[in-house]
Each structure stands twice: as C-alpha cells, then as structure tokens.
C-alpha cells in the first residue's frame, strides 16, 4: 500500500481546521456574491416539495465550463419556464436545445432533462437526497454534482472538489503534483471531507468555491484579501522566500511524496503561490475543416428562408440543427472542396448541384474544447421548389428569425 500523505499535506490539527473553518465562513457571508440561485437555495433544506426543481442541480451543471456571467441569463430563463421536475420531464430535446443554444456542451442540458424524467418516472418525483445516491441514480449527476446538490439544497455534510477547490486546496497544502492524477484527486476529496463545516456544509462548500473564483485566482492571487492565508503553506513558503519557518516544500518526508512538485520542476520564486497547482500539458486540439452551404430560397411570403438540417442524436453537436455541412479532408484544393459539398447537397435535394454555382463566402473558426473547427461557408441560391428526401435527417425552411429562435450552434451563428 501506498505510504500515507506526510503531515505537511494534511489537515490534521483539529485547532486549525475550525479556525480555517470559522475565517472562511465569515468571509462568506460579508463578501459573496448575489447570484440567482442562492437565493432560491435558502428556500430548499427541509422545506424543498418533491416536485420543484432543486435551482444548485441547475446552476451547477450549467457552470460546467461556463462563466458565471454567461450563466445568470440562461438559468433565470430556464427556471422560469421549468420551474419543477415534472415540467422539464415533460419538455421536449427540442426545447431544452433551443433554450441552450449557445451555452456550449450541449449534452449538459441533454442529460439534465433526462434526470429530470428518471426521477418523475422511476423515483416517484422524489429527488435523491444524499451524494452517494444522487451520483448512483441521476445521469449526468457525478461526484462534484452530487456532493453540491447534497450539500447545498440538502445539508449533507459531503465536500465538494471543482476546479476552484482543487487549486485553494493546492496552495493551503503545497501539493505540486499533477492536479488531474487520480491519487492528487482522491487526496483532495479527503481533504475536501475533512474541512466542511458540520452545521453550515452548503455554505462552506460555496465559500471555498467563491474563493477560488474571486481571490485565490489562477493568476494574480488576491493574497492580501484572503480569509484563511494564515493557513496557507504557498503563502508562507512566498512570504519566506528561502527560508520559512515551516518545513521547506522539498523536505517532505523522503524526497519521494507523490504530492509534492517533481525535482525538476523546482520553487519558481517568480511565481509565487502560483507554483500551485501543477496540471499536465494539454493535448492540442485536433483540426477539422468543414464545407457548409446556406441554401437559400424564397419563401411563400417573399421573406428568405433558409435549409437547416437536424445532427445526429449523440456526438458533437447532438441533436441540434445545422446548415447542411460535410467533413473535409485536410488540405484539398478548393476545387475538390466545391465538389465533395456539391455531391453532399445532390444527396439531399435528389437532383444535381454545379459545382461552380457554389458562391464561396468565407472561412469561420470556431474553437471547440478539444476541436479547431474550420468551416469553409458556401451559398446557393434556389430558384424553383425543392423537395428533400424524406429518408434523410430531418430538416427544414427557415426565415433568418426562425433560424436564431431555433436549437443551433453558435458557430452556425457565426456562419
């Protein structure tokens, strides 16, 4: 069995952890933030009907890679159309894309709503209660979901690890290994469990988050406003540069801790506390290109309609609506490029596309988590009817506001 975390890198003084405890929680409540859904958490310990949709399930898994800015105008908009479990049960894919789109990571709101039925089909509206049972029961609910929701609307005395909590917990306890390793991860779960208040876990657990969101940021720390800096070993180890009256970070145990920073990757004294944490380099996004083509006809009204089409249920972009595209390879001449979406809309409109009637327009990028997408736009204007084959994906004429009301991606927003 692995050896146990040397005490540096723990929280073992009971003394201590209250203290830490106590700071925080006061900061809290002079300096956090007045976001929607805090106010209707209030409202949810103890009091909560099974039928009302819990507002932190919402608000976290929308803060899933999202800004909270960008998040305050799509949770009011969602809350006040879904109000409660059985109304989102009953909400079409649909609905929940358009209300999403634009929000990103589409299969968020797509499992939401399927959580939301399982709980009013299976689970008799009765929302799960505990960590352990919200993670083993919800779809899309997983270990930080699920501890937030419990401890949050529920009062669970569960800790929560985000990236928030893993870079405050980095710099409290000098721990320099890779963030993202599983034996770094399960260390800070621990260590999340250990610090959560008893009587006030849901307050807590949102302090440590509001911390690392407005004053322990990845750049440029607040130190000088934080609540609990006495408590902090990067902090000591930044303000005694060389020589603190604390262990050094290297001294740790026998040179071999699976916490601290690898030897070759020293103190930067230039960074200071940001020494904390350390994460692995990141894959570069792959690069894809795109031919898309916005068919344009006359409507019976005389407005511009446009054909979008219907992506597939699962993958990038599930479910949501699309000028009809096709995947190129890298590096074809634009030539081949008109002909490869040429033969792509023949498909679709049953009767044959020149090439050269393509208008190229222009290139779009869009940045994807882990895609750097090219879309080469195309446009075509149609003179006569045009029937679809209905074996295809479905698809639809659309006016330009019809287009932005429905489920489509920003980057076909840029298109």
Known sequence: APAPPPARHLFSDPAEV?????????????????????????????????????????????????QVATVIDYYTRWMQKW??????????????NELWAGLGYYSRGKRLQEAARKVVSELAGRMPRRAEELQKLLPGVGRYTAGAIASISYGQATGVVDGNVIRV?????????????????DHLWDMANVLVDRSRPGDFNQ?????????CVPKSPLCGECPVKQHCQAWRRNLFGKA????????????DCPLC???TEPWDSSLGVTNFPRKAAKKPPRAMRTATCVLERRGCHGAPEYLIVQRPSSGLLAGLWEFPSVPLAQDLQEEKEREELADHLQAWMGQPVAAKGLQFIGEVIHIFSHIHQTYVVYSLHLDGDVTLDPALSPSRWVTEHEFHASAVSTAMKKV
């Open 18 to 66: 209250e203290a830490l405890r106590r700071n925080l929680l006061a900061w809290y409540d002079r300096c956090k933030r007045d976001l929607p859904w805090r106010a209707l958490v209030r409202g949810d310990i103890g009091k909560q009907g099974p039928a009302l949709l819990p507002a932190v399930w919402v608000s976290e898994i929308m803060l899933q890679q999202t």
């Open 244 to 255: 603190p009256p604390v262990p050094d970070v290297e001294d740790c145990g026998v040179g």
């Open 207 to 215: 302090a440590l988050m509001e911390l690392g969101a407005t004053v």
């Open 83 to 96: 109000p409660t479990l059985q109304a989102l049960a009953q909400a079409s894919l649909e609905e929940v």
């Open 169 to 185: 917990l980095c710099r409290l306890r000098c721990i320099g290994a890779d963030s993202s390793s599983p034996a770094v991860i």
């Open 261 to 263: 920073p690898p030897a």
